[in-house]
Every structure is written in C-alpha cells, then in structure tokens.
C-alpha cells in the first residue's frame, strides 16, 4: 500500500490493490470521490441501498487520513463535553456523545456483517493529569462527561509508567487495524456491484440540471450525485472557515521485557500524548504520539518526531525504532 508521506506506517503491510475493470462510461447513482474509511464507509451503504456507486481514488485505498490514523476509536473527543455544553448547550452535547456511540457501533456492525477481520478490540482508555493545571482540567471534562451521562470514573491506578497526579477510567472504547477494515468494506462493496477506480484523480466538476460530470484523470464520469470524501471538498465553503488542518505525529516501537500497557492512554499535555498497542506480524508493538500543531507551523518536522520519541524513551524501555508516520487531523477553529 503506498501512503501519504515518506515515512512508513505501520499499516503498511497490508498491500492490496483493486483491479479497474469497472465500466466508467455509465451514469452512476453516486460517485464517491476518495477511498478512506469514510469514502468506502459510505459507498457500501449507498450500495446496499440499491444505488449504483463508484468509489475514484486518487492513488489507493487507505493513502491518507486512513492511513495515517492510530487507529483508536473513542466516544470522547478533543472537545470535551464540558467545552460541548459551554459552546452549544448541554441537548447539543448529548447528541454528541450519541454520535460518538453511533460511529463505533457501525464499525462494530460492519465487522460482524461482512466478517472483517481486523484486529478489533474493546479497550479501557485512561485519561491522565500529569501536574495541577492537567489535574484542574481532568476535573472538568469528568464533570462535564457526568452532565451528558458519558462514564468517567476517577481512578488510582493506570497501566502506563508515567507518573501522574490524577486519572480517570473510560471504559468501552476500542481499537482496531484500519487497513484490514477498510479492506473488508471495499471487497463487500465489490461484491455487491460497486466499482473502485484507483489512480484516478478527480480534476474538477459540473453541476447540471439532472447530474453531475466529473473532470478525472481517467476521462469524463457522470453521476447523479457526488459525495466528496477527501478531508475538505475542494473548492470555498464555510468549511474552509470553520475547521483547520494539524499535523500529529506518531511511532511505532518495540520495547524491552515485553512490557506492554494492554489499554488506551492519553494525557492533558499540551499538544497531548496517546498510546495503544498493536500486534504486527506476530509481535506486540507500542504506538505513540503527539507533538501536533498546525499544518505548516513546523519548519523542522523531524524535531518534531525526536521530540517524541526522547519523550517516550523517558517512560518506556524502548527497545527500537519500528514504524513513524505523520497523522492529518482537522480541528474546529
């Protein structure tokens, strides 16, 4: 699988490509533009629905964001409920913990419905205070988790060798291996009659009065409707205004006596740190990160991967260097 970057990801081993054998010159239900989790996640359903879809990838499944994920999948956010409740009141907080619920039940219905295996697993996460500030802002994101009815329970002990002043347990969180899911999705979506074009870049588009053509790299495709999948829709919209893209940072090491955390960790420092574990071909492996900042706002982003690991070589007895890959990730302005 080829990715985003020149840094290999720990997903990277899992290389499939998908053949193009698909007729383009159709008028299609819906043309999914990118071939990401939320791309193919969509493309099947649209599919199963009856719609005739078509998924147009610029390079190949899984060469961005999906990619580049550590792939942990939480019901709590960056903006925590407190800061939901402040910003848009506690109803529109509730909803967004049931959304949370919701995306992590259909990763796990997809994964029972079209039998991926995907390295799928529930997990505790731990959410840590590591001096008095993180401790003051621990107990409002507890509280404030209270208010829309999400579990937080505070806690004294934690499975990461880091000390801390104060901690709080999550649990019924999860991870998983990406590319293996979005694997599973693509071959169920083939199945079905959906057509995935890879290296098929989408140029431009024209709205007409009853469908859409799009400008590709591998000729003109029509389609009554276009979702686009990739990060930001091109062009300027009111998204462009509202979110902003960052850069995270993450390594993949092997660590000496086989001392591995089983769960999920993160901590309040700003930028944050966050760890889990993954089994790649038959060895456990620790994933870290952090560092983030703004796209851009970085003139040396190798300093910013040695930051990280001397910050984990602190804590951990790392033994090598496996895997790094720098993570896309939007935030709200």
Request: glycine share 8%; charged share 25%; aromatic share 10%.
């Amino acid at each position: 699988m080829n990715r985003d970057g020149t840094r290999k990801s720990i997903w990277q081993e899992e290389i499939k490509r998908f053949p193009s054998d698909g007729d383009l010159n159709q008028l299609f239900d819906v043309v999914i533009v990118g071939g990401g989790i939320t791309g193919i996640s969509t493309a099947v359903r649209l599919q199963l629905s009856g719609k005739k879809c078509v998924i147009l990838e610029a390079s190949n499944i899984g060469f961005g964001t999906t990619g580049g994920t550590s792939a942990h999948l939480n019901d709590f956010f960056d903006t925590t409920y407190a800061q939901a409740i402040k910003d848009f009141g506690l109803q529109n907080a509730k909803l967004l913990k049931y959304v949370g619920i919701e995306a992590k039940n259909i990763i796990k219905n997809n994964i029972h419905e079209f039998n991926i295996d995907c390295d799928f697993e529930n997990k505790t996460a731990y959410l840590f205070a590591l001096d008095e500030k993180q401790e003051k802002q621990l107990n409002d994101i507890v509280e404030g988790a209270s208010q829309v009815g999400h579990q937080m329970i505070f806690t004294n002990d934690i499975p990461f060798p880091i000390p801390f002043k104060r901690a709080a347990v999550i649990p019924d969180q999860g991870q998983f291996h990406p590319i293996k899911y979005i694997k599973g999705l693509a071959e169920a979506f083939i199945d079905k009659g959906g057509i995935i074009e890879e290296d098929c870049l989408c140029e431009s588009h024209d709205e007409q009065e009853d469908f859409v053509t799009l400008k590709t790299s591998k000729g003109t495709v029509r389609a009554k409707k276009v979702v686009y999948a990739t990060h930001i829709p091109p062009g300027v919209n009111i998204l462009h205004f509202t979110v902003a893209p960052y850069r995270s940072y993450v390594i993949a090491f092997s660590l000496k006596g086989n001392n591995y955390p089983k769960d999920l960790g993160y901590d309040l420092t700003d930028p944050y740190h966050y760890y889990r574990i993954q089994n790649i071909n038959g060895e456990d492996l620790l994933i870290a990160g952090g560092e983030d900042h703004k796209t851009g706002h970085a003139d040396d982003t190798g300093e910013c991967f040695s930051k990280l690991e001397n910050y984990v070589r602190q804590y951990f007895d790392v033994d090598t260097t496996m895997y790094s890959l720098v993570k896309p990730v939007l935030r709200t302005c």
